[in-house]
């Protein structure tokens, strides 16, 4: 994929209408309905105050859950507008629909300096679709199109691709800054390149583990899915997360890193709960050797040194996925030190997004990482090498 996109700074947004789509989706309190983390709204704001105070007008829009392309009240992005509104210090616009009378009408009306905010986009049945007739009507709104919702760019969709047919496109900020930081480490490490991979499942991360074999030096595997690795090698795992269907594509990962030189470091020990619950009872015993009745919930002591020392020389350090149960204080121990070593080290540290920036933040060392990606399933995929639809429309430098 080519990372090299044209961004809000090389087109001129004086007096123009911008489309932008942003990643306004934001949890919310179920009972309430209040935002209770507005981490992706503050994110967009650069981008957005560069569009107000170059003259633009703002025409924003976001998916927010999956109305299925269903109008649900509960799903409206009103409460976005007004934390946006309170954020920027101005009247966020806030339009009843996506393509309808009133969206048209106050885009029309729309001046430089003003933000509107368009209704959930998924409350359009044609938005995950990439119906070309809502793209166009998307499209008909504005003269250019802004793309700043790294956590869509892996979808199809009407308004994070399909829009792009109609109208120039080029990138935001954030995107900008996940293309520069991933795409570099990707393209060109500053070597060694570690790449730290964890999580659940052997399965979702197929791609990434392929991929990074071409380019990595050193391949850490953690969390649930690394009692696969371990029952694959003949291992005991006791009721430990396991795919069986993957057992022989963990083999074949094994010899690939052995036929390409890239060292693939397993758990050597682990710390197992006799049940999944935060107050379980814990111990810690030798990888392959977890007995009937336990479960793996944590990376081990030694596993910990092992892997620490492996970062510690690291020139670039690619981590997606925790090492272990991390919600759980008993079990986060492993996720923890690693992210300790990573702020420690001097080398570029990338965050894949998703479950491992949340591990990250929760555990205080986001402000010691030097990128965390706003993406999960985006940055998966980008890691995967995949070319990213929500990417691959925009302009080329």
């Known amino acids: 994929m080519n990372y090299r996109k044209k961004t809000v700074l090389d087109v001129d947004v004086r007096g123009k209408k911008v489309l932008l789509r942003c990643d306004f989706n934001v949890p919310q309190d179920k009972a309430t309905g209040e935002i209770t983390s507005d981490k992706r709204i503050v994110a967009a704001l650069p981008t957005i105050r560069y569009l107000l105070e170059n003259g633009a007008a703002v025409i924003a829009c976001s998916h927010l859950g999956k109305p299925k392309g269903e109008v649900k009240p509960e799903l409206s992005l009103k409460p976005v507008a ?214 793996g919930l944590d990376i081990g002591p030694e596993t910990v040194k092992l892997y620490c020392g492996a970062v510690a020389g690291a020139g670039t350090v690619i981590w997606n996925g925790p090492m272990g149960v991390f919600e759980f204080p008993a079990f986060a121990v492993g996720t923890q030190a690693i992210a300790e070593a990573l702020s420690k080290t001097g080398a570029v540290t990338i965050i894949g997004g998703g479950d491992s920036a949340a591990a990250v933040d929760q555990l205080g060392y986001a402000d010691k990482m030097t990128h965390i990606s706003t993406g999960g399933g985006a940055s998966l995929e980008f890691l995967e090498g995949k070319e990213l639809p929500g990417v691959a429309c925009l302009l080329d430098k």
């Not at 111990?283 to 009937?292: E, F, R, S, Y």
């Open 82 to 295: 007004k934390r946006l509104s309170e954020l920027l210090g101005q009247e966020v616009i806030m339009a009843d629909d996506v393509v309808g009378p009133d969206a048209r009408a106050k885009a029309a009306a729309l001046q430089p300096g003003q933000i509107l905010l368009l209704e959930n986009t998924r409350f359009e049945p044609g938005e995950t679709k990439n119906d070309p007739e809502l793209s166009k009507a998307l499209a008909s709104l504005a003269e250019l199109y802004v793309s700043d919702a790294f956590g869509a760019v892996h979808r199809a969709h009407a308004s994070t691709a399909g829009v792009a047919a109609y109208l120039p496109a080029v990138s935001g900020f954030l995107i900008q800054k996940e293309l520069d930081v991933m795409g570099s480490a990707l393209s060109a490490p500053k070597r060694p390149l570690v790449a730290i991979l964890g999580g659940s499942k052997v399965s979702s991360k197929i791609g990434v583990i392929n991929n990074l074999l071409e380019i990595a030096d050193t391949i850490i595997i953690g969390g649930g899915m690394s009692y696969t690795f371990s029952a694959a090698k003949g291992g005991k795992i006791g009721d430990s997360l396991l795919e069986a269907d993957w057992e022989d594509y963990a083999n074949q990962m094994v010899e690939k890193a052995a036929e390409k030189g890239v060292k693939l470091l397993l758990p050597v020990d682990s710390v197992c709960g006799d049940r999944f619950a935060p107050d379980a009872e814990r111990k810690v015993v030798p990888a392959g050797q977890i007995p009937d009745g336990w479960q």
